[in-house]
């Protein structure tokens, strides 16, 4: 027997300023994207956006609905609308940001599991590591330089 641990690396930025200049430019995409959110119920406006090889940002928000599970995560639209609108293209980079009605978000807003499950399979699919950067409204920014550091033991094809 022997105990092991997983390591999960990240870079944490004080601000948009510290980020390399396209990242930065990708959370304030994130940042406008929230304000599309529909999100009555949960009052948690979630903002997404993705940076593709070819250069195109595609952005994404959350959806609610009265049937709650019906609903889907900002970074789950995102990455489904660019892989609706450009079949193939490599994702580089994903960014998510959230605002709430009810209280201040100060701190990175970590993507769900669900999400974690997609880039995972975007990453591969991509044949490179997927940046993400999360904030909050404001605060400080968590880089990761791939999703396998924010995902340890995932579900892989390779199991079905
Ligand atoms: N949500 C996201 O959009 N992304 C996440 O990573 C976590 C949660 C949304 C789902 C729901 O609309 C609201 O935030 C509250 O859970």
Do not use: W
């Amino acid at each position: 027997m022997k105990k092991e641990q997983f390591v999960c690396p990240y870079t944490v930025y004080d601000g948009l300023e510290e980020l390399d200049p396209q990242d930065a430019e990708l959370m304030r995409r994130a940042h406008e994207a929230a304000r599309n959110a529909y999100a009555p119920y949960s009052k948690f406006n979630v903002g997404a956006a993705v940076r593709l090889a070819n250069g195109e940002v595609v952005t994404g928000n959350n959806i609610e609905n009265a049937a709650y599970p019906s609903g889907l995560c900002a970074e789950r639209v995102a990455m489904f609308a660019a892989m609706a609108k450009y079949p193939g293209v490599a994702f580089e980079a994903l960014a998510v940001t959230a605002y709430s009605s009810t209280k201040v978000i100060d701190e990175p807003v970590a993507p769900c599991g669900a999400c974690r499950q997609v880039m995972v399979e975007v990453e591969q699919t991509s044949k490179r590591p997927l940046r993400v950067l999360c904030q909050g409204t404001t605060g400080p920014i968590m880089v990761f330089d791939g999703i396998e550091s924010l995902m340890p033991f995932i579900f892989l094809d390779k199991f079905l």
